[in-house]
């Protein structure tokens, strides 16, 4: 069965720092990859899908990048964290018809 | 006009209740619908997929989906303290590479 690990599960950046969270999938090929950030109040927000190595779409301009460097490992990073950065990241992988979720980075900048 | 609305709640039932949950969506095409179960702090879980349209159960859980009038529902039957939490729905074609989202409903099951 396929299975999605992120990590860490809670993270606390001073502004400036960078970030790297990790998000790998198994028992599964070639899969969509997907970062979403999740706001109270606001749904998730699509920032980052992946349909093949190297291959990353960004929905929303922002301070934040993504790489897919294997074909089931997904990282998204940021060279210098801001306030704003602050909130819950979800890596999720779908075979186009339904996604499945990560347990979530809770995120705070300070 | 987002792709998917969701009613946000909060929604607060007691124990036992029947529970409707709905949202409603624009895009003719889509074609594959899903609801997701998230507890405070946890990354969605996917609790029913459908596609197209027509009913599905599962235990407590019936999903229901109406393309002539693009509506979801979940109904939850025999409600339980634990199915409180955020219920989210989603829906996608079968060209699409993500899914839509409506941005929730807080449930509650009082005891």
């Known amino acids: 069965s396929q299975t999605i690990h992120q990590w860490p599960a809670t993270l606390v950046q001073p502004v400036g720092s960078p970030l790297s969270l990790e998000c790998t999938v198994e028992?599964?090929?070639?899969?969509?990859l997907y970062w979403y950030r999740q706001a109270a109040g606001r749904g998730l927000q699509l920032l980052f899908y992946?349909?093949?190595?190297?291959?990353i779409s960004s929905e929303v301009p922002q301070n934040l990048s993504a790489s897919r460097p294997q074909d089931r490992q997904f990282i998204l990073s940021s060279k210098k964290l801001l306030l704003s950065d602050s909130g819950f990241y979800l890596c999720a992988w779908s075979d186009q018809e339904v996604a499945f979720f990560g347990q979530g980075t809770r995120l705070t900048v300070v | 006009q987002k792709e998917v609305e969701q009613d946000p709640g909060p929604l607060s039932v007691p124990e036992g209740a029947i529970v409707s949950l709905n949202c409603t969506y624009s895009?003719?095409?889509?074609?594959?619908f899903m609801w997701y179960r998230q507890y405070s702090r946890k990354g969605p879980e996917l609790l029913m997929y459908t596609y197209s349209s027509g009913n599905k159960e599962d235990g407590r859980f019936t999903a229901q989906v109406d393309k002539s009038s693009k509506y979801i529902s979940l109904f939850i039957r025999d409600s339980q303290p634990s199915d409180s939490a955020t219920y989210l729905c989603?829906?996608?074609?079968?060209?699409?590479?993500?899914?839509?989202f409506g941005k929730g409903t807080s449930l509650l099951v009082t005891p």
């Open positions: 992946s349909v093949g190595i190297g291959q």
């Open positions: 895009n003719s095409a889509f074609q594959y």
């Open positions: 989603a829906s996608n074609s079968n060209s699409g590479y993500a899914l839509n």
């Open positions: 028992g599964t090929s070639n899969p969509n």
